[in-house]
């Protein structure tokens, strides 16, 4: 029944490593987003896609890649992990053109690297 | 670009009691929507209230209402009777339509603390 579910909902790492985030929503919905919450709580939109097309990428550093195989699933792969990566990613979804309608999130992946 | 501006990093209220939260922001723009997030201790984001930038109704939400004065760019958010379960952090957000996506951007948040 989840609306926007992310996998994994931890995540520990070494810095330098290769990790992804998967998301996943089964809201009908055209349109997803990855956010990023800091250690102050601030969130800002790193990405958003619209039918697997990407729309915004907002000066997020090439190492961040995200994919989107179908409407549905909007991953987010990160390479060669830096200190600065720690943070709560969250996962967003919406329908475009239905203006009134509020962005559904997921529960956030906390990402420590180590 | 917009911004968005919460002034008070952190609030408390007594239980039952109400409490505003304010927001202003910075747009050109005459159409976009306005919307109130809570994030509690578990992390997630929870939508609380929206308002359509072309209506002049406030919105309401059972114990929650905002007062939104578009001339002064301000979106503040009421809480009344506030319960424990209303200890969170609230993020005010703002969305401005058009062509592509629709992304929010968010004010700095607010931490609120219900005091038994």
């Known amino acids: 029944d989840t609306a926007v579910s992310q996998t994994p909902k931890y995540l520990v790492t070494q810095m330098g490593n290769d990790k992804s985030i998967k998301c996943e929503q089964n809201?009908?919905?055209?349109?997803m987003y990855w956010y990023k919450q800091d250690s102050k709580k601030f969130l800002k939109i790193m990405f958003s896609?619209?039918?697997?097309?990407?729309?915004i990428n907002e000066t997020v550093p090439n190492r961040f890649s995200p994919k989107s195989p179908d409407k549905a699933h909007l991953n987010l792969h990160i390479n060669s992990l830096e200190l600065g990566d720690s943070a709560v990613y969250f996962c967003?979804?919406?329908?475009?053109?239905?203006?009134?309608?509020?962005?559904?999130f997921g529960d956030g992946t906390r990402l420590s690297i180590l | 670009a917009q911004t968005v501006t919460q002034s008070q990093p952190e609030m408390s209220v007594q239980e039952a009691e109400t409490v505003t939260l304010s927001c202003t922001y910075d747009?050109?723009?005459?159409?976009?929507?306005l919307f109130w997030y809570k994030q509690p201790p578990s992390r997630q984001m929870i939508l609380v209230i929206r308002?359509?930038?072309?209506?002049?109704q406030n919105a309401t939400e059972n114990r929650f209402s905002v007062n939104f004065q578009k001339a002064a760019k301000s979106f503040s958010l009421k809480i009344s009777d506030s319960q424990l379960g209303d200890t969170a952090m609230y993020f005010c957000?703002?969305?401005?339509?058009?062509?592509?996506?629709?992304?929010?951007?968010f004010g700095k948040g607010t931490k609120l603390s219900v005091i038994p």
């Open positions: 308002q359509e930038a072309y209506k002049q």
């Open positions: 747009t050109s723009e005459s159409n976009y929507y």
């Open positions: 967003a979804s919406s329908h475009q053109g239905l203006n009134n309608q509020p962005q559904h």
């Open positions: 896609y619209n039918n697997k097309e990407l729309i």
């Open positions: 809201l009908g919905h055209d349109t």
């Open positions: 957000a703002f969305m401005r339509p058009g062509a592509g996506s629709y992304q929010l951007t």
